[in-house]
Nanobody, 119 residues
Framework: QVHLVESGGDSVQTGGSLRLSCEVS????????MGWHRQVPGKPRELVAD???????RYRDSVKGRFTITRDNAKNTVYLQMNSLKPEDTAVYYC?????????????WGQGTPVTVSS
């Protein structure tokens, strides 16, 4: 069982920065990729950024050049550095891990950490 614990969400002003952290425990060797999604009320959860076990990354267009996803394998932690934050970045941010067991891939989610960006 993969367990994810997020931290780092906060309230900041436009232009500010935050770093989200997601610590992983359990089933670490089977994790294919990890990432961050975000969700606002009434809208579907959307991908923000993810990173594969090989280090490949992808970002949604609206955060490219502002957000950076990294992982520290020694600490079993993935980070999302968010710079130049905008009000439209306001959301609950969820860490996710895609974990393989045999032929099946299961997705696990953290509990979410809120980010509020005020103008």
């Amino acid at each position: 069982q993969v367990h994810l614990v997020e931290s780092g969400g906060d309230s900041v002003q436009t232009g500010g920065s935050l770093r989200l952290s997601c610590e992983v425990s359990g089933g670490i060797l089977g994790i294919l990729s990890m990432g961050w999604h975000r969700q606002v009320p009434g809208k579907p959860r959307e991908l923000v950024a993810d990173i594969t076990s090989g280090g490949s990354t992808r970002y949604r267009d609206s955060v490219k050049g502002r957000f950076t996803i990294t992982r520290d394998n020694a600490k079993n932690t993935v980070y999302l550095q968010m710079n130049s934050l905008k009000p439209e970045d306001t959301a609950v941010y969820y860490c996710k891990a895609d974990h393989v067991v045999g032929a099946a891939i299961n997705r696990y989610w953290g509990q979410g950490t809120p980010v509020t960006v005020s103008s």
